[in-house]
């Protein structure tokens, strides 16, 4: 007997409409890499939209992730109402969902990430999809980046080890496992494993 979901099949090709998001991902993250490995942006968002697309979802929420940090990163309330225009009021709401805030400068990291948390549970189930998936990508970056550094990844990060360690841990408190127990249970292994980094 097979162990675990099978993917959820989806009747939605990716068309058009995706290519078009993907247009304008490139464009907006072109020159973005990622702080620890210097990868460019553009693979994490290509990751995170193929987690979501493994699980079957339609087009409308892997475009979303494609985009999920266009607004906070590229342009706040211009970009997320561009967003808007092209592909729709459910895409640009996943997207504001997504975002830790649009407000330039960003608050302090730890008032960003606890309203975050806070926000989780009262998203749409779309959005958190994509949330989940970006720190699955997330935390496999950093075991990757980890295995590439050593200890001298955690100087990379805005804040401490701890903190770190801290706001994944919550991660896994707020988010609820039948969202994807695929996604789920892989961020508490690659969580676990970090936990266990020096």
């Known amino acids: 007997m097979p162990h675990g979901n099978p993917v959820k099949p ?4 990716l068309g058009e409409r995706f290519e078009q998001a993907l247009d304008l991902a490139c464009r907006l993250h072109g020159k973005q ?3 620890a490995s210097g ?6 968002l290509l990751g995170v939209a193929a987690l979501v697309l493994e699980e079957g979802a339609a087009e409308d929420v892997v475009i979303a992730a494609l985009l999920h940090d266009a607004a906070e990163d590229q342009g706040g309330e211009e970009t997320l109402n561009g967003i808007r225009h092209a592909f729709g009021e459910d895409v640009a709401r996943w997207v504001l969902q997504a975002s830790d ?5 960003k608050p302090a990291w730890e008032e960003r990430k606890r309203h975050h948390l806070a926000s989780i549970p009262m998203s749409d189930h779309e959005a958190q999809l994509i949330m989940l998936a970006d720190k699955v990508y997330n935390s496999r970056s950093i075991l990757a980046d980890h295995r590439r550094m050593g200890p001298a990844l955690w100087e990379r990060f805005s804040v401490t080890r701890e903190r770190t360690l801290w706001y994944y841990q919550s991660l896994l408190e707020v988010f609820d496992r039948q969202l994807s ?3 789920y249970d892989e961020l508490a292994r690659t969580v676990s494993r970090m936990q266990e980094l020096p």
């Open 10 to 13: 989806t009747s939605v090709l």
């Open 181 to 183: 127990p695929i996604l």
């Open 39 to 44: 990868v460019p942006y553009v693979a994490h």
């Open 101 to 105: 805030t649009l407000i330039k400068p």
């Open 33 to 35: 890499r990622r702080k």
